[in-house]
């Protein structure tokens, strides 16, 4: 029997960014129940860090023994990739968490010089603080994902670049603590950022990881991938207007040959909104 046991990353009642990972994962699993036999899945009763829970997967019998992160050549290094988008890409396309005083300085932004005029906040650890720094913007880190929504407020940082369900999602979780945060409706960042599960490099991790590709592929194959992500994102991709916002392409060097680019089923296109 594979027993699967996935991060608790915040002990904060209001931290929703992984429901549709874990779906994704549960239905994979399921799918191959009558190639692989049964399973279990559980969520650790830890909470951790970003590094924590890569060190757990790093230990052998560490606490943990699957997490779903936007990828990184290291991350691709020290773990086992599921090289299949969890999202279908859909956490590079970016939208902004700001302050509602700051919107027209927001609504005078056309390039990318423009953007970097500008303060980013992100989290310490994440894959964005590498790429953004890379592309010459000034980038403030946040060791606590829900600190980074007080620093926003606080004005340690300008805008905090996020997924475009993360940022409706945490808009409507956290307004009311921070009347101020706001949605930005002008501006859509892009940058390939496949999101990936990620296994510990043992037996156990490799025999999970076949077992979970051929789960996603079986879903991508029958349109049950689609269909959960429709159901998880759908709404906020069209609450986004993604066709009236301006797109700025950011290039992300930090992807690995092995990444599949030239498989446009997997990728969200946000002209289709599928």
Do not use: C
Request: hydrophobic share 40%; aromatic share 10%; net charge positive.
């Amino acid at each position: 029997m594979n027993r699967v046991v996935y991060p608790l990353t915040t002990l904060d009642d209001a931290d929703s960014r992984y429901e549709y990972d874990w779906a994704v994962l549960r239905e994979a699993l399921r799918k191959t129940e009558p190639r692989y036999g049964p399973f279990t899945m559980r969520q650790s009763t830890h909470a951790m860090s970003s590094p924590r829970v890569a060190q757990e997967l790093l230990t052998p019998g560490g606490r943990i023994n699957i997490f779903a992160r936007a990828t990184s050549p290291e991350l691709e290094r020290q773990f086992l990739p599921v090289r299949l988008p969890i999202d279908k890409g859909l956490l590079g396309y970016r939208m902004f968490l700001v302050r509602s005083d700051d919107l027209p300085r927001f609504a005078a932004v056309n390039t990318l010089d423009d953007l970097r005029k500008l303060r980013a906040g992100q989290g310490t650890g994440w894959i964005d603080v590498p790429l953004l720094r890379d592309a010459g913007f000034s980038v403030v880190e946040g060791s606590s994902y829900p600190g980074l929504f007080a620093m926003l407020s606080a004005g340690r940082f300008d805008w905090f670049s996020r997924g475009i369900d993360e940022a409706q999602r945490e808009w409507r979780e956290r307004h009311v603590a921070f009347p101020r945060m706001v949605i930005e409706p002008t501006l859509l960042l892009h940058y390939p950022l496949p999101l990936y599960f990620f296994l510990r490099r043992d037996a156990e991790g490799k025999l999970l990881a076949q077992r979970i590709t051929d789960g996603m592929e079986m879903m991508i194959k029958d349109g049950s991938l689609n269909a959960l992500f429709q159901r998880y994102k759908g709404a906020s991709i069209k609450a986004g207007a993604l066709a009236g916002r301006r797109l700025l392409q950011l290039k992300n060097p930090h992807l690995t040959p092995e990444t599949p680019l030239s498989r446009g089923e997997l990728w969200f296109n946000p002209i289709t909104g599928k």
